[in-house]
């Protein structure tokens, strides 16, 4: 995750030169959203042991 917000640290002079149609800015806050609904999506899931069957 830091990876994706590194290069908003190191060269903000590219990503908000062009607002409201930054390309580049437009990738990155798809990468937020794609690792916040893996996270989320994560952290629902519950492990269960299995339950035993005898048959």
Same mark, same amino acid.
Do not use: W
């Given at each position: 995750?830091?990876?994706?917000?590194?290069?908003?640290?190191?060269?903000?002079? #590219?990503?908000?030169?062009?607002?409201?149609?930054a390309?580049?800015?437009?990738?990155?806050i *798809?990468?937020?959203t $794609? #690792?916040?609904?893996?996270?989320?999506?994560?952290?629902?899931?519950?492990?269960?042991?299995? *339950?035993?069957?005898f $048959?």
């Amino acid at each position: 995750m830091p990876d994706t917000a590194l290069p908003l640290v190191l060269l903000p002079e #590219i990503y908000f030169t062009d607002l409201p149609f930054a390309r580049p800015l437009q990738y990155i806050i *798809k990468n937020f959203t $794609l #690792i916040s609904a893996a996270l989320v999506i994560g952290g629902t899931v519950r492990h269960h042991p299995a *339950k035993e069957c005898f $048959l």
